[in-house]
């Protein structure tokens, strides 16, 4: 800007004052991401028009270089415990640092997935005609579901303890395998998901006992038996 006062003819030297324009930096944290406990979480952050960047967190987890783009971070015990933490990417620009340009600033919010785990119970025994009870247990989980590689049928395959009723196939192989799964709260794909366990329920078939028929023995004399069967 140049300014020349003038009073009835008469000027004054004239002034200058350079004002530079800065382009405000812009901060992208990236969407929101899961991890499992245990792995560490890969961050994509971009920025433009940026001299810095600083990534902070509000929990206790480290970064391997919190001054790059794309760190990678390792949530501490106090965001394993809280399940999620918000890890804050900061770009800083050329303006003084009074400006509301001077920086930006962007959040992401990792949640942290316990593993679910599944523990179908012990092998079991059941005759042939009844149905089995199942023990199931679960933690971590949002979802179980029971499966055969059999033919029976489950009275509610969705819960942790539903009744097993052996089909034709199971009863005529003998054993069949029992698989609970339960899904956790972690992403399709990822190791902290689901969880399996199986259990194999032996289907015995009732014993049958045919003594024969009735006879007629003299007194003083043995009797062989026949007609007699077992299965």
């Known amino acids: 800007l140049e300014v020349i006062e003038s009073n009835g003819g008469c000027t004054s030297t004239l002034v200058t004052l350079d ?26 952050g971009t920025a433009t028009n940026q001299v810095s960047v600083l ?29 999620t933490v918000d ?22 919010t ?24 199942l023990s199931g247990t679960a933690t971590n989980q949002v979802s179980v579901q029971w499966a055969t590689n059999g033919d029976g049928t489950f009275t509610n395959a969705s819960s942790l303890n539903p009744d097993y009723d052996p089909g034709p196939n199971d009863i005529l192989n003998g054993t069949v395998d029992l698989t609970l799964t339960s899904t956790g709260s972690g992403p399709s794909g ?16 009732v014993p049958t006992a045919s003594a024969g028929l009735n006879d007629n023995v003299c007194a003083g004399s043995n009797y062989t038996l026949s007609g007699t069967s077992a299965n």
């Open 19 to 44: 004002i530079t324009i800065v382009d405000a930096p812009t901060a992208i944290a990236g969407s929101n991401g899961d991890v499992c406990v245990g792995d560490i979480y890969s961050l994509s």
């Open 110 to 133: 990792l949640t942290i997935d316990a593993s679910p785990i599944a523990t179908a119970g012990s092998n079991a025994d059941v005759c042939v005609g009844d149905i089995y009870s």
């Open 87 to 108: 890890l804050i990417l900061t770009a800083t620009g050329t303006a003084p640092s009074s400006l509301a340009c001077s920086s930006a600033t962007s959040s992401m």
């Open 55 to 83: 990534w902070t967190t509000t929990g206790d987890g480290t970064f391997t270089n919190a001054s790059s783009l794309n760190p990678d971070y390792d949530p501490g015990p106090n965001d394993i415990l809280a399940g």
């Open 190 to 205: 990822s190791a902290c998901a689901t969880s399996s366990s199986m259990i194999t329920l032996t289907i015995h078939d």
